[in-house]
């Protein structure tokens, strides 16, 4: 499976971004993914994830701004973000899995096979 990011960029705060995931290798229905984010100062975090089934969950920090959903007739995954934040800015990657996880496991980078290169976003202040 590969995976790549597009979308990211510099916005103001305030404003809205929307990420794509695009994947190619695998029937993208199969495939659990999530979106996580990373700057210099921290580890990947959890953004937010989206089942087979189009159930999802989000970490407390963008839960209200961000909505992620996927269209599988497109093998691909959105991350919608809304009312951004300086605080939002980061590289943001999405992870895929063929596995069935649950929402309490979801946030958990080593779960996931494959990632994609990432793409910067930048919120100004």
């Known amino acids: 499976v590969q995976l790549a990011e597009s979308g990211g960029t510099l916005v103001e705060a305030g404003g809205s971004l929307r990420l794509s995931c695009v994947a190619s290798?695998?029937?993208?229905?199969?495939?659990?993914v999530a979106w996580f984010r990373q700057t210099p100062e921290k580890d990947r975090d959890f953004v937010g994830f989206i089942s087979r089934n189009g159930f999802t969950t989000y970490a407390d920090s963008v839960e209200g701004r961000f909505t992620i959903s996927r269209d599988n007739a497109a093998n691909t995954a959105y991350l919608q973000m809304n009312n951004l934040k300086a605080e939002d800015t980061a590289v943001y990657f999405c992870?895929?899995?063929?596995?069935?996880?649950?929402?309490?496991?979801?946030?958990?980078?080593?779960?996931?096979?494959?990632w994609g290169q990432g793409t910067q976003v930048i919120v100004s202040s």
């Open positions: 290798g695998r029937t993208f229905s199969g495939l659990a």
């Open positions: 992870a895929a899995t063929l596995e069935r996880l649950s929402r309490i496991v979801s946030s958990r980078p080593i779960l996931y096979d494959y």
